[in-house]
């Protein structure tokens, strides 16, 4: 491939991450959009709705190894090693503040069909760990860039909360936005690995949108009963 094919590659699976994350991310959500973009009428305002929040998200990226600990064993790029070490690093922190805000929150609020709940986030982080684990080369990668970029919106909703309960966010370590479009556009045969990764990309934004649709679902039958 010639250095303006390459370029052009590039710039095309840069292109479809931005407009995979705008159409299809967490601030795109009915349920979560208002809370990143810093709506004071949203669901952070009552505890019990933030306080589910919390508790799924622990559920789904708490554990350890998580997704981006699996995407780092299974990714090849070169280019991509200081970018998933530095992932790596960071959301040690954000596991950290996670469980500071379950303890901040207290329980898991009391919903009707909380047993369907356990087995669909248990179902959800199952197919998260394939995507991340995955021997295609590529979509462990896709899925780890698009965790790190999905990650603003989720940070935002976690920080409007964690300020409502009087704690001080952590400072934010992850890779930027701005770093972490960089490193797509700078990675080797990106014409070979774009529909992997975009395929990671957007089941990861499928599960995520998954999770936003049951928290909604669950804070309103909390409000029926």
Do not use: K
């Amino acid at each position: 491939m010639d250095s303006l094919s390459r370029t052009s590659a590039s710039s095309d699976i840069t292109n479809l991450f931005v407009e995979l994350i705008a159409g299809e991310g967490t601030a795109a959500h009915a349920y979560c959009g208002p809370v990143v973009m810093g709506d004071r009428q949203s669901f952070v305002r009552d505890l019990v709705d933030f306080a589910d929040f919390v508790h799924l998200v622990t559920l789904l990226h708490g554990q350890v190894p998580g997704l981006i600990d699996h995407a780092a064993s299974r990714t090849v790029e070169v280019a991509a090693r200081a970018w998933l070490l530095q992932s790596l690093e960071s959301f040690a922190i954000e596991r950290e503040y996670l469980g500071r805000l379950c303890v901040a929150v207290g329980p898991l609020p009391s919903t009707a069909g909380h047993h369907e709940t356990s087995t669909l986030i248990a179902q959800q982080r199952h197919a998260i760990e394939m995507l991340a684990q995955s021997d295609r080369r590529g979509c462990a990668l896709g899925t780890a860039v698009t965790m790190v970029l999905e990650w603003d919106a989720i940070r935002a909703i976690l920080d409007a909360g964690a300020m409502r309960l009087g704690i001080e966010p952590p400072t934010r370590r992850l890779p930027s936005r701005a770093d972490t479009l960089d490193l797509l556009g700078s990675l080797p045969e990106p014409d070979r690995i774009s529909r992997a990764m975009t395929f990671g990309a957007s089941q990861l934004l499928g599960q995520h949108n998954g999770m936003w649709d049951l928290l909604e679902a669950r804070a309103d039958i909390r409000r029926e009963h």
